[in-house]
């Protein structure tokens, strides 16, 4: 039985130039991937992990430097008895001129070459382990064709960054029953951000640390053990901070002193300062309410380390001034036609004001 740990696109060094928040936060997070990292390598230390699969986006090429590839190295190196194996991806790829090839590397660190899929055995653990390294930014040839386990008494294992969701991915699309044919012990994949299980032996760790709000939910690594017959491999969470994605339902009958209160106890308090949020105002609200985003993140910046307020609301009409403003017209038959229905049911009425809202902006425009 070996035990190992799984992790992969850490995207150490990135910009976060597309982010919606601004470069303070982006400084921020940028340094928290590196803590974030040093963690993963405390942890396998500390449990005293066989072996430790990087799944390719280790970095980000285009912001890393000399001085950074040392630092992955001078944290790697704490790790004297572990076998950290590493094959890259498409953010990280491995051509002549990476600095993957700058330095050397200690004698536990395994990279593997891009010349198609290969093996490293380890006699000790009884265990072989296959990878692949990235040459480029896309990749879309089959490079399982002619792969063979010749032992299977061994445990075999595959560490490789590619896309088994999507078979006409551009990033090494693999198909899921060809691989569970192979004969594989575990499957250690990257290049999926959201951590998930394929099958009990087939895993995609996710992004330890999550890099934008299309990255919701809880981010870890995957850790445990493997033997033959018997893999048990779990998800760990371990991120510092998450990206929350919430909704809150507004009524006509709320105050502005409402909705603030709705928002500022969406979450506990440690959750609301730890997190990156962004919360959603759907429903209709009084027309004389005007919500100002400005203010209001003012109004929130001690409740929340990081918070995005985006209005869907639309306001509440007086329906009967309505109708005799616009007796003759498209306005005043739509709310005729929407009154045969029940105004008491929230989505019909919150269908009426959307319509209303479309329909008099269109009129204001002519």
Excluded at 255 to 280: G, H, V
Aim: aromatic share 10%.
């Amino acid at each position: 039985m070996i035990k190992c740990m799984h992790t992969g696109d850490l995207h150490l060094g990135s910009q976060f130039e597309n982010a919606s928040f601004d470069s303070s936060y982006g400084r921020q997070r940028r340094l928290e991937l590196w803590e974030t990292f040093e963690r993963i390598i405390d942890r396998a230390i500390e449990n005293k992990v066989d072996f430790l699969f990087i799944v390719g986006d280790l970095y980000e090429e285009k912001y890393f430097n000399v001085g950074d590839i040392k630092r992955v190295r001078d944290i790697l190196k704490k790790a004297v008895d572990i076998n950290i194996i590493i094959s890259t991806g498409n953010h990280d790829p491995l051509r002549k001129d990476s600095l993957y090839n700058t330095i050397d590397w200690p004698e536990n660190v395994y990279i593997f070459q891009s010349e198609g899929i290969s093996s490293i055995e380890f006699k000790k653990y009884n265990t072989v382990i296959w990878g692949y390294s990235w040459d480029k930014k896309e990749e879309k040839k089959d490079i399982f064709e002619d792969l063979f386990i010749e032992d299977t008494s061994k445990i075999n294992i595959l560490a490789i960054h590619g896309d088994v969701l999507n078979k006409f991915s551009s990033y090494l699309p693999i198909d899921k029953n060809k691989l569970k044919s192979k004969g594989f012990d575990y499957i250690a994949l990257g290049h999926i951000h959201k951590p998930q299980f394929i099958s009990n032996n087939i895993s995609y760790c996710g992004s330890p640390e999550p890099l934008d709000f299309g990255e919701a939910g809880v981010h870890g690594i995957v850790e445990g053990t493997i033997e033959k017959g018997n893999v048990c491999m779990s998800f760990f969470p371990i991120s510092k901070r998450s990206f929350i994605i919430k909704e809150i339902n507004i009524s006509e009958t709320m105050t502005q002193k409402d909705i603030l209160s709705k928002i500022m106890n969406l979450d506990n308090a440690f959750m609301r300062e730890n997190n990156l949020y962004r919360i959603f105002l759907n429903g209709v609200r009084d027309r004389d309410i005007n919500i100002d985003m400005d203010d209001l993140k003012e109004m929130l910046r001690n409740e929340y380390y990081y918070v995005e307020i985006i209005d869907n609301t639309i306001p509440d009409y007086d329906l009967g001034k309505l109708l005799i403003q616009n007796k003759n017209n498209i306005i005043g038959m739509f709310i005729e036609e929407m009154k045969k229905n029940d105004l008491e049911n929230e989505i019909v009425k919150a269908a009426l004001y959307a319509g209303l809202e479309v329909l008099l902006d269109e009129k204001v425009m002519k």
